[in-house]
């Protein structure tokens, strides 16, 4: 069939189906394929039909969802009235331009893109924050030192500087083309130019459209109106549950001790972080506490720990919380693995079973494990491990689950599904639970777990968290060991300016004071963080009730431009005549919250840029105006890590507290005010460890700053509320 032909049908085939003449699309199909073998592009197209379930989420499935999706995973519901209150939407697509069909098997989408259009997320990478010209395979993994689908968190989902965002429910490894491919049939195809001649010549020529291949005859697009791109993150966080608020302690001091240490070595370095007045909220322990470790035997070693309960007593006597490090694959020591060993994958771990999480009689089994050895007795949670995989060691695609669910969609969830499982457990309790994971994905933004890994590159640890703003989970950049004082500094303040401050020691054994010369600049940062807990803790509440999440990109920011792509890349006369386009992009600055900018400084950096959204900012520490709009260098002491604060923004801070069971009834708030502008806040407050807060019992008040005068005004107050006397802090002159 000629091109011209294969054109008219095309048209006919959208005629057709924009007059919704489905059943005659069929027949022209089949005429298409009586025409000649070739496949065209109206041959086998699937008709969307986009249905408004909630306020600008609009859902469509070619075929169906397919099983073991994320939608039917997911661990909470959609938050309808939340989702509501983002106001009223239309279809942020022509619907024209989505193209759905069935071939070889598998599932192709075709979305559009226009020129100029940014596209940001799919999934936790941490070189990049846009994706537009990338080419990706979403695939559970190791993160390998490369934004190319292979991810701790390959969550299938864009957002665009346009304001919508473009979620592919399936958790089968998906292929895209974010622009980087161009058809024949693009009516805004790029003229073909001379590379000899053209200084505009480039090796990524415009493409109009993301295309999209999933090895599936199914698959369920969900697209999310926003407005803005910070709206449309809103609604796609909000569509899976809303944000976690982490219980209070959560929020306090962690560090994970060495591996093998025993409850003696413990209390030990419990009792140090007390003797230099460090403050510590969280005892990780390493493999060690497990009488066998990978596989694990979710049993305590009984020299190491020979009574655990009591162990936990003390260490809460202390007021510090125990979590665990483990993964889930079992050793055929635990007692646990006879009644899983049926119930598991054909292929093991380092010797260890998979259980199905699929089957609710494993979730009983390993659940009811879980409680009697370690959450009953008062662990505060776990840090699960290796659930990521690496292709070398964990179980294959080949393999089989009882439950009969693909291999490839167990390791695209095995993750999700451990948090799943032990999150019940503390639900059962009534208890909050947060802790560390190495795998997430689609929906994990309702479960109370932070991603971290073994890469240790510091700038890459902050585009990471800056992207994690994208897909809907929590990421840390942990602090292990460093050549110098100068990076141990800068590190331990980027992970106090993160979801989770904490040092992993498990190989290193280093402590807060490891390196002397920076140690009052480590106490200092550390101490920041316990002040700034008002403020960050009523941010993670946006989080839950508005799914707006706590750190993000600064391209979130409605006064923030992303400075524009270099879209011509330049020739390489070494190695790539194809070189791609060199983008200038933001990859470590960003937001805590509505009000507070951080710019880190990296080792061996004295001063740095900064780019300011538009209007005016102020400097966190002296609330002197910095500019307006610009881009600025700063240069500041190497004990403070470069925080911004916007006109009119409000940070509630308390005492420098060592733990937050200090912060109880009567907690004095500064309430710091900079710039001139009016600004208001809400403060939000509970009991800080129970779900009761799900329930309505919270408080919120709002501070409202004008004129240099400062007022509370209560909003809701059906919960604790742990502030006392309130003094206003306004920070700015001009
Ligand atoms: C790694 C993990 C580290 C540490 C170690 C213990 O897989 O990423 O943080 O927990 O295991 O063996």
Redo the contacts with the bound molecule.
Sequence with gaps: MSQDNQEILTVIYKNLYRTGCVSLVGTALILSVAFSPQKTLAQSAYPLQWEENLPGVWQAVVNQAGPHNFVDLAAKKPRAKAIKALGQTSFPLEREDIYAEIRDGQTYLRLPLQKGEQIYGLGLNFKSIQQTGQVKRLHMDHYGNSDNGRTHAPVPFYVSSRGYGVFINSTQYIDIYVGSAVRKDNPNAPTPRDRNTDPNWSANPFSDAIEILIPAEQAELIVFEGNTPLKAVQRFNLFFGGGVIPPKWGLGFWH?TP?LYGDQDVMQEIAEFEKNNFPLDVIGL??GWHSK??PGTFEWDSERFPEPSAFIRKAENKQVKINL?C?PYLSPESTMYNALNPLSASHTVWGGIVPDLNLEAVRTIYGEHLMEHEVGIGVSGF?I??VDGYDHWLWPDVATFPSGVAASQMRQTYGLQFMNLVTNLYRQRNTRTYG?V?ANNAGGVALPYVL???QYAHQDFITGLINSSFCGVLWVP?V?SSKNAEEWLRRMQTSCFSPMAMI?A??SGTQPWSFPEVYEACQEVAFLRMQLLPYLYSTFAQYYFEGIPPFRAMVLEDDYRQPPATLAGELDDTSNPYQEAIRKENTSQYMMGDNLMVAPLFAGEKEREVILPSGRWYDFYTGELVGNGEVINVAPPINQIPLFVKNGGIIPMMDPIRQTSEWTEDTALEIRVYGTAPGTFTLYDDDGASFDFEQGEYTTKLLDAENGTGKLIDLESNGPWTYGEINWVFMSKN
């Design positions: 994970r591996t390493e493999p470790s990978y490090w993964n840090k491990d290796e560390l190495r971290y890994n073994d942990e292990r992993n498990w190989s």
